[in-house]
Nanobody, 124 residues
Framework: QVQLVESGGGLVQAGGSLRLSCTAS????????MGWFRQAPGKEREFVAS????????YLTDSVKGRFTISTDNARNTVYLQMNSLKSEDTAVYYC?????????????????WGQGTQVTVSS
């Protein structure tokens, strides 16, 4: 059974930092590209960041470039999202996702597995 379990969310003041983690089980982690998406109340799920299967390339949506970093640790079957200089507009439920492909993707339907989400709230 495949499971993706996110952690690290919480309440933080604007300008602060959080690091989200997503640990995968039940799948060959190194065979999957990974992504982070977020969904704010009343809005559609949106792409945040993705990393290729090799870990050699990362892609971030424009609104988080320079503030967020995505990385993986294959030994721990874990993908991270380091979030710095957080803004109130970053408030959302953050989801990690796994895609059986070498390539990154920014479309939710291209991902095979999803975590349950972790809440990030940034107070201004």
């Amino acid at each position: 059974q495949v499971q993706l379990v996110e952690s690290g969310g919480g309440l933080v003041q604007a300008g602060g930092s959080l690091r989200l983690s997503c640990t995968a089980s039940g799948l060959p982690f190194s065979s999957y590209a990974m992504g982070w998406f977020r969904q704010a109340p009343g809005k559609e799920r949106e792409f945040v960041a993705s990393i290729t299967r090799s870990g050699g390339s990362t892609y971030l949506t424009d609104s988080v470039k320079g503030r967020f970093t995505i990385s993986t640790d294959n030994a721990r079957n874990t993908v991270y999202l380091q979030m710095n200089s957080l803004k109130s507009e970053d408030t959302a439920v953050y989801y990690c996702a796994a895609r059986l492909s070498a390539a990154w993707a920014n479309i939710p339907s291209l991902y095979n597995y999803w975590g349950q989400g972790t809440q990030v709230t940034v107070s201004s």
